[in-house]
């Protein structure tokens, strides 16, 4: 266990559906991130909060949601999604953004869009 | 182009055997580089993390070495056991917005 949990495991969703991933941390870390990981293809970075604060937004469709009402909870909140966005979405935490901290990844929640 | 580029791509190795996973990086100016491993369907763990200034660093039977002159680094595994088969993602980040690039990943199956 590496401190970090996300809540549901596995999902299933149809494509008008509208659902939230959970992540929670008690490692005191202040930053928090939310990445897709697609078969086959490398980590993508979707958003990362500093403080609760959203710092980065790589670019990602506005039915992904993001949510963090504190440092230790994240939450990503799914409408209207498509088939291509199943994926394993993973949540992480680390002490700050700062260049040298290292990053605690939770188990991922296996979406699947239908 | 991947500015982290990993190989080999898969490997299959005996139970007991060594091997060595390479990462080779173009990210500049460097910040860290970091090794994870990832069972299938789980999240990355932690196995090393590295500095500009740091050669070498272990971690029970995985010792990952860095070469920042020729942005080369390599994950060794000794003495494999059935438990190493995962995918190994080196992560490298940059001092620019602190972002980091992640490697494709080796595959890893340690057969008996």
């Known amino acids: 266990e590496t401190g970090v949990t996300q809540t549901p495991r596995h999902l299933v969703m149809g494509m008008t559906n509208k659902k939230s991933l959970k992540c929670e941390q008690h490692l005191g870390h202040n930053a928090m991130y939310w990445y897709k990981q697609s078969a086959k293809k490398p980590l993508e970075l979707m958003f990362v909060?500093?403080?609760?604060?959203?710092?980065e937004n790589n670019s990602v469709p506005s039915r992904f949601s993001p949510e963090c009402p504190n440092s230790s909870h994240l939450f990503l909140h799914l409408h209207t999604l498509q088939p291509e966005d199943s994926a394993l979405y993973l949540c992480?935490?680390?002490?700050?953004?700062?260049?040298?901290?290292?990053?605690?990844f939770g188990q991922g929640t296996r979406l699947t869009v239908v | 182009k991947n500015q982290v580029e990993q190989s080999p791509q898969s490997l299959i190795i005996l139970e007991g055997k060594n091997c060595t996973l390479q990462?080779?990086?173009?990210?500049?100016?460097?910040?860290?580089l970091r090794w994870y491993k990832q069972d299938t369907g789980r999240g990355p763990v932690s196995l090393t993390i590295m500095t500009f200034s740091e050669n070498t660093k272990s971690n029970g039977r995985y010792t990952a070495t860095l070469d920042a002159d020729t942005k080369q680094s390599s994950l060794h595994i000794t003495a494999s056991q059935l438990s190493d088969s995962a995918s190994y993602i080196c992560v490298v980040k940059g001092t620019n917005a602190g972002k980091s690039t992640f490697g494709d990943g080796t595959t890893l199956t340690v057969k008996p």
């Open positions: 909060y500093n403080f609760k604060e959203q710092t």
């Open positions: 990462c080779n990086y173009t990210v500049s100016p460097f910040s860290n």
């Open positions: 992480a935490s680390s002490q700050d953004e700062g260049r040298n901290t290292e990053a605690f």
